[in-house]
C-alpha cells in the first residue's frame, strides 16, 4: 500500500510566496491607480449632446412612432439629429481619431458633467453640440448655467485662458455657426480661448463627415502638448 505523505513548506518558502502575491497585488493595483488618474484627468475631454436622433430622411421607425403620437404632447425629442450621423457617432469617431495620436480622451454626454473640475482637470476640452433654433441643445445650455458659470466665478478667473474647442451640426451653416457663437460667448465669458471649431452639415456624406474629423483632429493634438 503507497502512503500519500503531506508536502510541508517550510518558513522560507511561505516567505517567497507571500512576496510574490504581495507584489502583483501591489502592481495590480498601482496600474488601476494609474488608470483612475487618467479617467480624472484626460489629455482630451470631449464633451457632446445630441438630442434624440431621428432617422427623418428615411422615415426610420422611431420617426414614425412618434408621428403616430403627434396628436398627443410628446417630449421625449430633444433636438433632432440624423440618425446615422449625429453628434455622438461625431464625438466617439474624433476620440479614436485622436487616440491614434496617443492622447487620453474622455468622452461624456453633456448631462454627465456632474463637477467643475471634470471640466478643469482635462488639458483640452472639445464641445459638440447640434444647433436647435440657432442655438447650442438644452443639454448644453444647463451644462453652462450649473458648471460654466461656477468656474466663471473662480478667484483665479475661470479658464485662465484655457482654450475650448467646439463642433457644431446643424441643417444649414448659419445654423451651425450660430451655435458655435453660442459657445464662444459661454467660453469668453468664463475667460477661455476660443477655437478651432468645425461644422458638420446632415447633408454631408460620411465620406465628408469622416474627411472633416480627421482635419479636425489634425488640428486639435498639437494644441494639447501647448495646453
Given at each position: 500500500?503507497?502512503?500519500?505523505?503531506?508536502?510541508?513548506?517550510?518558513?522560507?518558502?511561505?516567505?517567497?510566496?507571500?512576496?510574490?502575491?504581495?507584489?502583483?497585488?501591489?502592481?495590480?493595483?498601482?496600474?488601476?491607480?494609474?488608470?483612475?488618474?487618467?479617467?480624472?484627468?484626460?489629455?482630451?475631454?470631449?464633451?457632446?449632446?445630441?438630442?434624440?436622433?431621428?432617422?427623418?430622411?428615411?422615415?426610420?421607425?422611431?420617426?414614425?412612432?412618434?408621428?403616430?403620437?403627434?396628436?398627443?404632447?410628446?417630449?421625449?425629442?430633444?433636438?433632432?439629429?440624423?440618425?446615422?450621423?449625429?453628434?455622438?457617432?461625431?464625438?466617439?469617431?474624433?476620440?479614436?481619431?485622436?487616440?491614434?495620436?496617443?492622447?487620453?480622451?474622455?468622452?461624456?454626454?453633456?448631462?454627465?458633467?456632474?463637477?467643475?473640475?471634470?471640466?478643469?482637470?482635462?488639458?483640452?476640452?472639445?464641445?459638440?453640440?447640434?444647433?436647435c433654433f440657432g442655438n447650442v441643445s438644452w443639454e448644453?445650455?444647463?451644462?453652462?448655467?450649473?458648471?460654466?458659470?461656477?468656474?466663471?466665478?473662480?478667484?483665479?478667473?475661470?479658464?485662465?485662458?484655457?482654450?475650448?474647442?467646439?463642433?457644431?451640426?446643424?441643417?444649414?451653416?448659419?445654423?451651425?455657426?450660430?451655435?458655435?457663437?453660442?459657445?464662444?460667448?459661454?467660453?469668453?465669458?468664463?475667460?477661455?480661448?476660443?477655437?478651432?471649431?468645425?461644422?458638420?452639415?446632415?447633408?454631408?456624406?460620411?465620406?465628408?463627415?469622416?474627411?472633416?474629423?480627421?482635419?479636425?483632429?489634425?488640428?486639435?493634438?498639437?494644441?494639447?502638448?501647448?495646453?
Amino acid at each position: 500500500m503507497r502512503v500519500l505523505r503531506k508536502s510541508r513548506f517550510n518558513g522560507k518558502q511561505i516567505l517567497i510566496v507571500l512576496f510574490f502575491l504581495l507584489t502583483i497585488m501591489t502592481f495590480s493595483v498601482s496600474v488601476n491607480q494609474a488608470e483612475e488618474e487618467q479617467a480624472k484627468s484626460p489629455d482630451v475631454l470631449l464633451i457632446y449632446s445630441s438630442g434624440t436622433p431621428l432617422d427623418y430622411y428615411s422615415n426610420g421607425p422611431l420617426f414614425e412612432k412618434i408621428r403616430q403620437r403627434s396628436h398627443r404632447e410628446v417630449d421625449v425629442v430633444t433636438t433632432a439629429t440624423p440618425f446615422k450621423e449625429n453628434c455622438k457617432t461625431i464625438a466617439k469617431e474624433l476620440a479614436s481619431v485622436l487616440r491614434n495620436k496617443r492622447l487620453v480622451v474622455r468622452v461624456a454626454k453633456a448631462t454627465d458633467i456632474k463637477h467643475r473640475n471634470e471640466i478643469l482637470r482635462a488639458r483640452l476640452v472639445i464641445i459638440g453640440t447640434p444647433s436647435c433654433f440657432g442655438n447650442v441643445s438644452w443639454e448644453l445650455k444647463k451644462l453652462f448655467d450649473e458648471q460654466f458659470s461656477q468656474i466663471g466665478a473662480l478667484e483665479n478667473r475661470g479658464f485662465a485662458k484655457r482654450r475650448i474647442a467646439a463642433f457644431a451640426m446643424a441643417e444649414i451653416l448659419p445654423s451651425a455657426n450660430a451655435a458655435l457663437k453660442a459657445i464662444k460667448t459661454a467660453v469668453t465669458d468664463c475667460q477661455g480661448r476660443f477655437g478651432p471649431t468645425m461644422t458638420f452639415l446632415v447633408k454631408h456624406s460620411k465620406k465628408e463627415v469622416r474627411q472633416r474629423i480627421n482635419r479636425f483632429a489634425n488640428e486639435l493634438a498639437p494644441l494639447v502638448k501647448r495646453n
